[in-house]
């Protein structure tokens, strides 16, 4: 999984962003590009809606443009894993299952997006563990040029909500890629414990392997309350 550790964030500023099928124009004054994005604050400055299929090539593209960014630090994301067919697929799957959510500005404007789901990967997590309510976060990525505003911070908050108000969820769970450093000390600064780190006989059997929980309890309820949650009824249609 992967939320970019923004602070080692490049500042640098990139075109302007495509609208997300969806999204609500104008909803939110002062949430246009550049605003910070503190925590605190109740009023919310960004919409969030399940994703679609119509949302699958801006999904590719945030993934693009994280992983050429991540290779100034790090192999992760250097290629699909374990191959473009799967991870296509897997991303295709998330949405189609109703785990995948899309975050828009108040322009409507791209932000972000992030998948959560109920249970974790067999591969990673031990059965007492999953017998645990918890709330399962990957694939969490914001664009570069929001880096630094703590929209991937308040997303994890939005997440642990999410899960706890759903299904009674008690942990914030996230698999990290083993080698990148920064994004394991990125997670601890957030608050979560490193539980451990899984060897595989072969690296790319799963790369993702670094493991860390908090309790939802430790959520920030004002900083998810950033995100304006938006009914698939109402939604505004292309």
């Not at 302007?16 to 604050?41: E, K, L, N, Q």
């Not at 809606?49 to 949302?55: E, K, V």
């Not at 828009?104 to 997590?125: F, I, Q, S």
């Not at 990290?176 to 490193?194: C, I, R, S």
Request: glycine share 8%; with cysteine.
């Amino acid at each position: 999984m992967l939320t970019l550790p923004v602070r080692l964030a490049d500042r640098s500023r990139t075109p302007a962003p495509p609208t997300i099928p969806g999204a609500f124009r104008g909803s939110s004054p002062g949430a246009s590009a550049g605003r910070p994005f503190h925590h605190g604050a109740m009023t919310p400055t960004h919409k969030i809606r399940l994703a679609t299929a119509d949302d699958v090539p801006a999904i590719h593209g945030l993934i693009g443009s994280a992983a050429e960014w991540l290779q100034k630090f790090t192999d992760q994301w250097a290629r699909p894993w374990p191959d473009k067919p799967t991870r296509d697929a897997r991303i295709e799957q998330a949405i189609q299952d109703h785990l995948t959510w899309m975050v828009a500005d108040g322009e409507g404007a791209l932000v972000g997006t992030v998948t959560c789901r109920e249970h974790g990967n067999d591969m990673l997590w031990t059965p007492e563990e999953q017998a645990e309510p918890a709330v399962y976060v990957s694939r969490l990525i914001v664009r570069r040029d929001r880096a630094g505003l703590g929209i991937g911070s308040a997303l994890i908050d939005w997440a642990g909500l999410h899960g706890s108000r759903n299904w009674g969820a008690e942990w914030i769970r996230v698999d990290v890629w083993t080698t990148n450093n920064a994004l394991h000390d990125y997670y601890k600064g957030e608050g979560f414990e490193h539980l451990r780190t899984l060897q595989f006989k072969n690296y790319w059997d799963y790369p993702s392997a670094a493991l860390f929980h908090k309790p939802t309890a430790d959520v920030d309820t004002d900083a998810a309350a950033r995100f304006s949650s938006v009914e698939e009824a109402s939604l505004v249609t292309r």
